[in-house]
């Protein structure tokens, strides 16, 4: 790409540079040396000024820290008062005007220059600021004027008039959109290009812009052009407007066929209804035909039975007279009646044996009973013993262990059993003494047993005690106060993080310090003194409110800068006993207030007694050694404390054992009397009930015994009225004999049983013929009752036929259509009925139904009108619901077929023509500049290691990524489909985007992930992320940054119409090696980008450069700026014939000064 080139720049007034001009030949890179603050950044800026118009610009960026942005050197104002921070303020502070401007290199060489001009008077002002760009070399044009011998920048007004209007901007706005036009493609490329020279300009930016490579590369990559997306998202929408346009016409259609649906199902369930009606009337017509067929022929039946009767009964009437006078002549041929006594006699004999038979069957039974109440008794008493001799056996065995006498209770129990009846000698046994000694003795052994638990809980937990005791002083380390509260107070005050330690812990016996001593000296200053927490001033409320509110027994003392020592008199003695110089100071100084004294203790004999002489005091020194005052004397005597506490666990855990096994003992008695306890409430229970039922056996014996005496009295009286009863019967039957009657009873009887059937009969046939009378006339009735239910049933169905007939009319027999109708239910009355009566209601609830639909808006709109009776909808033109229906029909599938012309249309248009040509020439241009970075990359080697580039399409964007890929314009139809499906699946997603943005599915650069890959061994290579830069020295970590914005600058000024290819590096290449940054100035070179760089020591004598210009930077006492220029070329220099002294090697040096 023919790229433009900056050949020249020019600072007017510019901070410290008074009129200023730098060229740079061919167009090659400008590096700026100098010590730091010399202006070479200053140099930088104006560049990025006049390219970006002051947009997303911070001036001296690279220097910035956190907060500076807007102080004064910062900002245009202190550029254009020139503001210095070693002068104190703007050395001109009348404000002026400044300008800076560069030349470029357009087409066929043709210069065009750029300049801004900015005015102010004041810090506090806003500055005025315009523009120039002007096709002509940059000295031509008018930035400055001369006053006589001044010389001074040209005012906004001058500019203006000396060029005429034309290539003037008065507001920099205009210059700014002219720049983007000429020089940057377009505004939104403009705006890019801006953001990225201010990133590339300081490494601060650059390092936090590069911690994620594919953020910043998709961030940075030209935008697809908005106008073919916004053209696509206009007409989808319009389309979309479309379709809900087709949507409400689907909703008319819709609205009308729920309506004919509903008017449908009306119609069904009043055929249902009246179906159901007509076939539950012409089966309780069937039922009444059926029924009045059976009753008729029941009638007749009956009818001639009752005939069969009467016959009957005139038969019986003749046999009845007839034997009746048969049986009145044989009783006259027994006078006396000897027959009738002979009877009653034999029936006294029966009714005596049936007696006599009764007493002997109650004898037996008595005898049973008897037998088995004696078995029950003798069963039960040995129950009764077996129970007493275990019951003694056990008493006996607990009774040994009782504390109180059981000799009586047992002697009774043991003398029972030997007894026949032994449930006499048990009515009373001597169970409430016994059961009263149990007791007491039981409430002895309790409360022996709380003692012991009691005592085993406080051995238990003096155990425990010591243990934690023993612990705490193993983990403490060494021996501390006997001060209430002083362990937790330290632990406190470590959680506390406060500055705090025991007085006792700052103080370090002196060498040779006897244990006698040291006993003393604690003796005098006691436990409570050592114990005192010395702090410092800084420390003292925290540790004030955290003692004084939790351990109110401590005590501190604060040893601040403003303490007061004592007198050096006060102090001497105390050498002899601590060492000085290994003791805390504050410790000392607190112990010195606290035995204030010119004379150090000492001991003198009386009465075999060592006396302590301190401050006029005298006291018996204690025997106790030392526990305190030195780290071994700490540590010692807590190993002292520690073996008299092991001493007291020992001999806890004796006392424990002892008083466990107490406590066992005593639990087992305590168990043993509880079953002794049990035992006597068993014999209290168990004796008593099996005596009662022993008892009770021989009350049901004697019972028995007395039914057996009484059972066989009343046998002896039985058999003696039988026998005379049989003689008495004996004599009837002599005289029947003798009087020749002898078996004219039998006669008699038989006669007697003949007529008394034909009575029976007779009587039976009497009744028999008058229920079959009433049989008949209740036939006859019933018959009658059918036959009008029958008419009736018949009139209801032509009614429902008429209403059934009215609805629907059938295709073959109507009973044949109501039974279908009706389906498993047509054989059933009372499941027709209940169809019937769902059917009316189904009829009823959707017609309320279509009654409540019209009056919706979707029915206001059609403006339907409901006859419910006729079921039938009407609209406001008068069309029936079937005519709206086919004309909502017609106009729905008409807005269909145009949407699937215009939508196939939008595809053909602009999807395929426009948008899918436009992202898959995006898309190769990017593959190709990744390809192209990627061979370049090939070429260098930055140390050991090298560098590649590449994308990878996105797996959630492979599909669509394919389909343009693929894309043929010649031939679409192959993925025309697929692309078309693709944009209305996603159709929602594109129209959502905002106005002048692109939608992210579309967008090509999110389709692709970005990776920058180091190279050493692997040649799959690693991918550079964050931790990966974080691994290696900070130049190694910089290379693969300069090389990211490199390669973005690459890709960004890689566009048709971007001319000036340009990156300002500010600071460059800090911590990089010689090697690697040449080969970073090389990679840009071969990118075709022109760099600007300051640093103060990079120049751009370079093999690996084709031209460059190195400006020396020097600022004098004045604050007045002086460049010296040298410029490079690594080309062959053609060798002067001529002049043979011109070829010799020339000295690389700066230039004079410009």
């Known amino acids: 790409m023919d790229f433009y080139r900056i050949t020249k720049l020019r600072l007017v007034n510019f901070h410290n540079f008074v009129d200023e001009t730098i060229d740079i030949p061919s167009g090659g890179h400008l590096f700026m040396l100098g010590d730091n603050g010399s202006g070479k950044t200053t140099v930088l800026d104006a560049v990025h000024y006049v390219l970006t118009a002051g947009r997303s610009m911070e001036f001296n960026s690279a220097a910035r820290v956190a907060g500076a942005r807007h102080a004064g050197g910062r900002r245009m104002q202190g550029v254009v008062m020139r503001y210095n921070i070693e002068a104190n303020g703007p050395l001109n502070p009348n404000g002026g005007t400044t300008y800076a401007a560069v030349e470029i290199a357009g087409r066929n060489g043709r210069p065009v220059t750029a300049a801004i001009g900015v005015s102010t008077r004041s810090m506090d002002?806003?500055?005025?600021?315009?523009?120039?760009?002007?096709?002509?070399?940059?000295?031509?044009?008018?930035?400055?004027?001369?006053?006589?011998?001044?010389?001074?920048?040209?005012?906004?007004?001058?500019?203006?008039?000396?060029?005429?209007?034309?290539?003037?901007?008065?507001?920099?706005?205009?210059?700014?959109?002219?720049?983007?036009s000429r020089f940057f493609s377009d505004a939104e490329t403009f705006e890019d290009i801006c953001r990225f020279l201010a990133t590339g300009k300081a490494y601060r930016e650059i390092a936090s812009h590069t911690s994620d490579y594919h953020q910043l590369f998709r961030q940075l990559l030209q935008e697809p052009p908005h106008e073919v997306f916004e053209e696509v998202i206009a007409n989808l929408k319009s389309l979309e407007e479309s379709k809900q346009d087709l949507d409400k016409l689907r909703a008319?259609?819709?609205?009308?066929?729920?309506?004919?649906?509903?008017?449908?199902?009306?119609?069904?369930?009043?055929?249902?209804?009246?179906?159901?009606?007509?076939?539950?009337?012409?089966?309780?017509?069937?039922?009444?035909?059926?029924?009045?067929?059976?009753?008729?022929?029941?009638?007749?039946?009956?009818?001639?039975?009752?005939?069969?009767?009467?016959?009957?009964?005139?038969?019986?009437?003749?046999?009845?007279?007839?034997?009746?006078?048969?049986?009145?002549?044989?009783?006259?041929?027994?006078?006396?009646?000897?027959?009738?006594?002979?009877?009653?006699?034999?029936?006294?004999?029966?009714?005596?044996?049936?007696?006599?038979?009764?007493?002997?069957?109650?004898?037996?039974?008595?005898?049973?009973?008897?037998?088995?109440?004696?078995?029950?008794?003798?069963?039960?008493?040995?129950?009764?013993?077996?129970?007493?001799?275990?019951?003694?056996?056990?008493?006996?065995?607990?009774?040994?262990?009782?504390?109180?006498?059981?000799?009586?209770?047992?002697?009774?129990?043991?003398?029972?059993?030997?007894?026949?009846?032994?449930?006499?000698?048990l009515a009373m046994l001597p169970l409430a003494d016994t059961r009263t000694a149990a007791d007491a003795a039981a409430q002895g052994l309790d409360r022996q047993l709380q003692a012991a638990e009691a005592a085993l809980e406080r051995l238990d937990k003096r155990l425990a005690e010591l243990v934690a005791e023993i612990a705490e002083k193993r983990s403490r380390g060494e021996a501390v106060p006997a001060v209430k509260g002083f362990a937790q107070a330290w632990q406190a005050i470590r959680q506390g993080l406060l500055r705090a330690q025991p007085l006792y812990a700052g103080l370090v016996p002196a060498a040779g310090t006897s244990t006698r001593e040291l006993a003393a000296l604690e003796q005098l200053i006691g436990d409570a003194v050592l114990a005192t927490w010395v702090t410092d001033a800084a420390s003292a409320a925290d540790l004030r409110g955290l003692l004084f509110r939790d351990f109110p027994e401590q005590s501190l003392a604060v040893v601040g800068d403003d303490t007061e020592p004592l007198p050096a008199a006060f102090a001497e003695w105390l050498k002899r006993?601590?060492?000085?110089?290994?003791?805390?100071?504050?410790?000392?100084?607190?112990?010195?207030?606290?035995?204030?004294?010119?004379?150090?203790?000492?001991?003198?004999?009386?009465?075999?007694?060592?006396?302590?002489?301190?401050?006029?005091?005298?006291?018996?020194?204690?025997?106790?050694?030392?526990?305190?005052?030195?780290?071994?004397?700490?540590?010692?005597?807590?190993?002292?404390?520690?073996?008299?506490?092991?001493?007291?666990?020992?001999?806890?855990?004796?006392?424990?054992?002892?008083?466990?096994?107490?406590?066992?003992?005593?639990?087992?008695?305590?168990?043993?009397?509880?079953?002794?306890?049990?035992?006597?409430?068993?014999?209290?229970?168990?004796?008593?009930?099996?005596?009662?039922?022993?008892?009770?056996?021989?009350?049901?014996?004697?019972?028995?015994?007395?039914?057996?005496?009484?059972?066989?009295?009343?046998?002896?009286?039985?058999?003696?009225?039988?026998?005379?009863?049989?003689?008495?019967?004996?004599?009837?039957?002599?005289?029947?004999?003798?009087?020749?009657?002898?078996?004219?009873?039998?006669?008699?009887?038989?006669?007697?049983?003949?007529?008394?059937?034909?009575?029976?009969?007779?009587?039976?046939?009497?009744?028999?013929?008058?229920?079959?009378?009433?049989?008949?006339?209740?036939?006859?009735?019933?018959?009658?009752?059918?036959?009008?239910?029958?008419?009736?049933?018949?009139?209801?169905?032509?009614?429902?036929?008429?209403?059934?007939?009215?609805?629907?009319?059938?295709?073959?027999?109507?009973?044949?259509?109501?039974?279908?109708?009706?389906?498993?239910?047509?054989?059933?009355?009372?499941?027709?009925?209940?169809?019937?009566?769902?059917?009316?209601?189904?009829?009823?609830?959707?017609?309320?139904?279509?009654?409540?639909?019209?009056?919706?808006?979707?029915?206001?709109?059609?403006?339907?009108?409901?006859?419910?009776?006729?079921?039938?909808?009407?609209?406001?033109?008068?069309?029936?619901?079937?005519?709206?229906?086919?004309?909502?029909?017609?106009?729905?599938?008409?807005?269909?077929?145009?949407?699937?012309?215009?939508?196939?249309?939008?595809?053909?248009?602009?999807?395929?023509?426009?948008?899918?040509?436009?992202?898959?020439?995006?898309?190769?241009?990017?593959?190709?500049?990744?390809?192209?970075?990627?061979?370049?990359?090939?070429?260098?080697?930055?140390?050991?290691?090298?560098?590649?580039?590449?994308?990878?399409?996105?797996?959630?964007?492979?599909?669509?990524?394919?389909?343009?890929?693929?894309?043929?314009?010649?031939?679409?139809?192959?993925?025309?489909?697929?692309?078309?499906?693709?944009?209305?699946?996603?159709?929602?997603?594109?129209?959502?985007?905002?106005?002048?943005?692109?939608?992210?599915?579309?967008?090509?650069?999110?389709?692709?992930?970005?990776?920058?890959k180091v190279l050493t061994t692997d040649l799959d290579g690693i991918v550079m992320d964050r931790k990966v830069k974080s691994i290696g020295s900070g130049g190694e970590q910089a290379v693969p940054n300069y090389l990211l914005i490199l390669t973005i600058a690459h890709f960004l000024f890689d566009k048709e119409k971007i001319r000036l290819p340009v990156l300002i590096f500010d600071e460059a290449f800090y911590g990089i090696d010689a090697g690697r940054r040449d080969q970073l100035l090389g990679f840009a070179s071969d990118l075709d980008l022109q760099l600007f760089v300051a640093s103060p020591d990079q120049d751009g004598v370079k093999r690996e450069i084709p031209f460059s210009t190195s400006i020396l930077v020097v600022k004098d006492s004045q604050y007045n700026v002086h460049l010296y220029p040298y410029h490079w070329s690594a080309g062959p220099r053609q060798l002067d014939l001529l002049n043979p002294a011109q070829n010799e090697p020339r000295p690389v040096a700066f230039g004079e000064e410009l």
């Not at 034309?166 to 720049?179: N, P, S």
């Not at 001799?389 to 047992?410: C, D, E, Y």
């Not at 204030?596 to 018996?620: N, S, V, Y």
Request: proline share 3%; with cysteine; hydrophobic share 35%.
């Open 252 to 425: 008319k259609h819709r609205f009308a066929e729920d309506l004919a649906v509903l008017r449908e199902q009306v119609a069904n369930a009043r055929i249902d209804h009246a179906a159901s009606l007509w076939q539950e009337r012409h089966l309780a017509g069937r039922e009444f035909q059926d029924a009045y067929d059976r009753c008729d022929e029941q009638r007749l039946a009956e009818e001639r039975r009752l005939a069969d009767l009467r016959e009957q009964q005139q038969r019986l009437d003749t046999l009845v007279e007839t034997t009746g006078l048969r049986l009145q002549e044989l009783q006259r041929q027994d006078a006396q009646g000897l027959v009738s006594k002979e009877r009653e006699a034999r029936l006294r004999v029966d009714e005596a044996k049936l007696r006599n038979n009764q007493a002997l069957k109650r004898l037996v039974v008595c005898q049973t009973r008897q037998s088995e109440a004696t078995e029950a008794v003798t069963r039960l008493r040995e129950a009764l013993r077996k129970q007493v001799q275990a019951f003694s056996r056990t008493l006996h065995k607990l009774g040994r262990a009782m504390p109180f006498p059981t000799a009586q209770l047992a002697g009774v129990l043991a003398d029972a059993p030997k007894n026949e009846d032994p449930e006499a000698d």
């Open 125 to 180: 002002e806003d500055v005025e600021r315009w523009g120039a760009i002007k096709e002509c070399p940059l000295d031509t044009l008018p930035l400055v004027q001369n006053d006589g011998e001044r010389r001074r920048p040209s005012t906004k007004a001058e500019l203006k008039a000396a060029l005429g209007g034309t290539g003037y901007y008065g507001q920099i706005g205009a210059y700014a959109d002219e720049m983007a």
């Open 577 to 1012: 006993f601590f060492d000085l110089r290994a003791s805390d100071p504050a410790a000392l100084t607190v112990l010195q207030h606290q035995l204030a004294a010119r004379h150090g203790p000492h001991t003198e004999k009386f009465l075999d007694r060592d006396i302590l002489h301190f401050r006029l005091r005298e006291q018996a020194l204690a025997e106790t050694p030392p526990r305190l005052i030195g780290e071994e004397v700490r540590r010692r005597e807590l190993e002292r404390e520690v073996r008299e506490l092991e001493k007291k666990r020992v001999a806890c855990e004796k006392d424990r054992k002892e008083t466990a096994a107490q406590h066992a003992d005593l639990s087992g008695r305590r168990d043993q009397l509880a079953l002794f306890r049990t035992l006597l409430n068993e014999i209290g229970e168990d004796v008593p009930r099996q005596r009662d039922a022993v008892l009770q056996g021989v009350t049901r014996l004697t019972l028995a015994q007395s039914d057996t005496i009484n059972s066989r009295e009343t046998c002896q009286a039985c058999e003696e009225e039988l026998q005379t009863r049989q003689d008495l019967h004996a004599d009837l039957l002599v005289a029947l004999k003798k009087e020749g009657l002898e078996g004219i009873e039998e006669r008699l009887r038989e006669v007697e049983r003949k007529w008394q059937r034909l009575k029976a009969d007779h009587r039976e046939n009497i009744l028999e013929c008058g229920r079959v009378d009433q049989r008949v006339k209740g036939l006859k009735t019933f018959c009658e009752e059918k036959l009008r239910d029958l008419a009736a049933t018949r009139a209801e169905r032509d009614a429902v036929q008429e209403r059934l007939l009215a609805l629907v009319v059938p295709d073959g027999p109507l009973d044949a259509f109501a039974r279908a109708r009706c389906g498993a239910d047509a054989d059933s009355r009372s499941a027709l009925t209940a169809r019937a009566a769902a059917a009316s209601e189904t009829a009823a609830v959707t017609a309320e139904q279509i009654r409540g639909k019209v009056v919706l808006p979707e029915g206001i709109a059609f403006g339907f009108v409901y006859d419910q009776p006729g079921n039938a909808l009407t609209d406001r033109r008068g069309r029936t619901l079937e005519e709206v229906r086919q004309g909502t029909l017609h106009e729905l599938r008409e807005q269909e077929e145009l949407i699937n012309e215009q939508t196939l249309k939008l595809f053909r248009q602009l999807v395929m023509d426009k948008l899918v040509s436009e992202l898959q020439t995006s898309v190769r241009r990017l593959t190709e500049m990744a390809r192209r970075i990627g061979h370049l990359l090939k070429q260098r080697s930055f140390g050991n290691n090298r560098y590649a580039f590449s994308i990878t399409p996105q797996e959630s964007c492979k599909r669509l990524y394919d389909l343009v890929s693929g894309y043929r314009a010649l031939d679409p139809e192959k993925t025309e489909p697929e692309l078309r499906a693709f944009i209305e699946d996603h159709a929602a997603e594109i129209m959502s985007a905002e106005v002048g943005e692109v939608p992210p599915i579309l967008d090509y650069r999110n389709w692709f992930r970005y990776e920058l």
